[in-house]
């Protein structure tokens, strides 16, 4: 089956009209979870008109911490009910999209992640020289930092001043607040989806847990939540039946094929046994059965001879989203 296909059949499934948002991970290709999507989304919507259940067919590593927010209202405002179909990975800013869905389908492979987004300090201490390469801080790694003098180096209350001056010497105040900043901002947004299925006051207890797992207590950026995991944490996890998990896992595989998701990139594989050839690369799509949008990066490997060594260069003209027919 082909895409239209299979997003036909997800839909007959699901009792629901269906979007497909694809982020792809394959460097230099790589793209994000970015409100650039939001007219977009805007157009597949008003194809829909007013539904009674929309699902999200979403795979991502993540993205901009403020689109999902965007994305769930905008969603939220054309339809009853609202569900996301994780057939992998839905991380990070993904995992916010989920947060705001009255359901979350997860496939056997499924997983979200925390949220604990991290802020660039303006150089690397290791390396100031090079102003261009920035240290990625994150709340966490402050956070482990003072547990670890508290409870392994035995710093006592009254000398967590000098810590903190050792922490400074190396990292602006700024670039420390900025993290913080970014924190608060991740708890604000966690509790601000939940709050558009939940209700705070009734619930209060459940969305306290899942903001502290989510934005705190899991301590790696990148540690999966499968869907046995996200149920405990008291997320509405629904198991597909195995004929939907098919589909899922037919349609990921779609996408996968022609993305190369996961896969390393070379540009000797484009040339073969040509000199120069064109890069024309899907790097995300938004699709329903009524229109597809493919964010498109167009470009050129050239290889060439340079002090008698073979060299390959490759340059990106061109990055935007296009409707295909």
């Known amino acids: 089956m082909n895409k239209k296909e299979l997003i ?6 699901r009792n629901s009209r269906l979007i497909t948002y694809i982020t792809g991970d394959r460097q230099p290709f790589n793209t994000r979870i970015a409100g650039d999507v939001v007219p977009l989304l805007n157009k597949q919507l008003e194809k829909f008109g007013k539904c009674k259940k929309i699902s999200l067919f979403l795979y991502t590593s993540g993205g901009d911490m403020l689109a999902p927010v965007r994305i769930v209202k905008l969603i939220r405002n054309h339809c009853e009910e609202f569900e996301v179909i994780v057939p992998y990975k839905a991380h990070s800013a993904g995992t916010l999209i989920c947060l705001g ?31 261009q390469q920035k240290l990625e801080i994150s709340v966490e790694d402050l956070n482990s930092y003072f547990l670890f003098a508290k409870e392994k180096a035995g710093v006592k209350d009254d000398q967590m001043d000098e810590v903190y001056k050792l ?12 993290a913080y900043r970014a ?23 459940k969305v306290k847990k899942i903001v502290k797992e989510i934005t705190g207590d899991i301590t790696i950026h990148a540690y999966p ?34 993305m190369k998701l996961g896969q390393p990139f070379h540009p000797t594989e484009l040339l073969s046994s040509q000199d120069v050839a064109i890069i ?12 597809s949008y493919e964010f498109t990066f167009k470009g050129k490997v050239q290889k060439s001879i340079r002090n008698n060594q073979t060299a390959i260069d490759m340059n990106i003209d061109s990055q935007s989203w296009v409707e295909k027919k």
Do not use: C, W
Not at 8 to 13: G, H, M, P, V
Not at 250 to 258: C, I, K, N
Not at 280 to 291: F, R, W
């Open 8 to 13: 036909e059949k997800l839909e007959k499934e």
């Open 280 to 291: 024309d690369y899907a790097g995300a799509y938004i699709d329903s059965k009524e229109l």
């Open 183 to 205: 924190y608060r901002m991740a708890k604000m947004l966690t509790e601000r989806l939940l709050s558009l299925h939940m209700d705070i006051e009734k619930e209060k207890d």
């Open 225 to 258: 939540i499968d869907r046995e995991e996200a149920k405990e944490l008291g997320l509405n996890i629904e198991k597909p039946t195995d004929e939907t998990e098919k589909s899922m896992v037919d349609l990921y595989e779609q996408y996968a094929g022609v």
């Open 167 to 178: 922490l400074v010497d190396k990292i602006h105040p700024l670039s420390i607040g900025n």
């Open 101 to 131: 869905a009255d359901k979350i389908v997860m496939g056997k492979l499924g997983e979200l992640t925390p949220v604990d987004p991290s802020t660039g300090h303006p150089f690397n201490p290791q390396d100031p020289s090079n102003p």
